[in-house]
Nanobody, 117 residues
Framework: QVQLVESGGGLVQAGGSLRLSCAAS????????MGWYRQAPGKQREMVAT???????NYADSAKGRFAISRDNAKNTVYLQMNSLKPEDTAVYYC???????????WGKGTLVTVSS
């Protein structure tokens, strides 16, 4: 059974930075496109960034220039470096395997990011 465990969230002031991690179990990781998603209170979950197995990244417009997604295939871990955080970045952040325009696995618990103004 695949497990996705997100960590690294917390409370940060606007303009600050956080680095999120997502550890994945299973042998799929090195070949998978992985993505970070977020869900703010009262809103639908949205894609933040994705990264291919070779490290090519794609970002939502809201994340461009501020966030950086990366991965360590040896550690089965994907990261999200978030800089210049804004209050509107407040959300629960999740990772998942991306395929066919959707996600593959059940969502993990996520990690809460709260940005104060």
């Amino acid at each position: 059974q695949v497990q996705l465990v997100e960590s690294g969230g917390g409370l940060v002031q606007a303009g600050g930075s956080l680095r999120l991690s997502c550890a994945a179990s299973g042998s799929f990781f090195s070949i998978a496109v992985m993505g970070w998603y977020r869900q703010a209170p009262g809103k639908q979950r949205e894609m933040v960034a994705t990264v291919t197995r070779g490290g090519s990244a794609n970002y939502a417009d809201s994340a461009k220039g501020r966030f950086a997604i990366s991965r360590d295939n040896a550690k089965n871990t994907v990261y999200l470096q978030m800089n210049s955080l804004k209050p509107e970045d407040t959300a629960v952040y999740y990772c998942n395997r991306v395929s066919g325009g959707g996600v593959v696995y059940s969502w993990g618990k996520g990690t809460l990011v709260t940005v104060s103004s």
